[in-house]
């Protein structure tokens, strides 16, 4: 029996603060390849209505931790990207 | 919980790490300021990625008790502050005042580092900014966020319906 690699793989992801008020929203769902990136996720992103407000190589959190853009994303993670931080 | 949505009280705090052993107690308080960049501020609206935040502030907290051997207790407000609100409590505890002031230091400035909380700045004049964004600000009612936001819902769903996402 050979394993099946899923194609693509389902990703949540949470805008907060500059970036929600770009997009619109705070929460949503990207179907991307299975050997997507956040970097992907990123680029998927920027290409929405309101995306060109994120930059680049936004700060993002995978699972609950700061990770970097070049990361694999597997089903179900939940991406946060992060807009410059300003708490205290 | 590190987050809070009610005024925070450093004296709960200081009771929290006080202790017979404990020879120092360093507390530092965050509050909102009522000018930036010559601007006048009325109030500041805190938001956070509350799941994350909670994790990271116990992993500074943590980091800082392991590091000069002190208790530290912390608390950071969300929501609508008014000027002189405090937005952020730290206390630390120890033997001696170098460990306690060291670790008050450095939880407030993790926490800057660190911690997903934002925050936009009221001004006098009717803008409003998110701190940081590096973007202009917008009057006060300039925007109609819910019209705008079901625009791009809609868009959003057309691309789906398209397999684009």
């Known amino acids: 029996m050979t394993a099946t690699v899923s194609s ?27 050997s997507a990136t956040i970097q992907d996720a990123v680029a998927r992103l920027r290409s929405l209505p309101g995306g060109d ?36 | 919980m590190f987050l809070k949505s009610t005024p925070l009280e450093i004296g709960t705090l200081i009771t929290q790490v006080e202790s017979p052993a404990r020879g120092a107690v360093a507390s530092f308080l965050g509050t909102v300021r009522n000018h930036q960049d010559g601007r006048n501020v009325l109030r500041l609206e805190y938001s956070a990625y509350a799941p994350m935040a909670e994790v990271e502030c116990a992993r500074i907290v943590a980091e800082a008790e392991d590091r000069w051997d002190c208790a530290v207790a912390l608390v950071h407000r969300i929501g609508t502050l008014e000027v002189g609100d405090t937005a952020v409590a730290i206390a630390a505890a120890s033997a001696h005042r170098e460990e306690a002031f060291a670790a008050c230091r450095y939880v407030i400035e ?41 625009e791009v819902r809609q868009q959003l769903i057309a691309r789906s319906d398209r397999g684009d996402l």
């Open chain 1, 53 to 88: 407000r994120i930059p680049d190589r936004p700060l993002c959190a995978l699972n609950l931790s700061q990770a970097p853009v070049d990361s694999l994303l597997s089903a179900d993670d939940e991406l946060a990207i992060l807009p410059p931080l300003a708490g205290g």
């Open chain 2, 110 to 150: 993790e926490i800057k580092r660190r911690v997903p909380i934002w925050k936009r700045e009221f001004f006098g004049d009717g803008m409003v900014e998110w701190v940081g964004s590096g973007e202009a600000g917008k009057r006060l009612g300039a925007e109609e966020p819910r019209q705008r936001g079901h």
């Open chain 1, 8 to 34: 693509t793989l389902t990703i949540q992801v949470l805008l907060f603060g500059s970036y929600a008020e770009a997009l619109g929203r705070d929460t949503l769902e990207l179907r991307l390849p299975g």
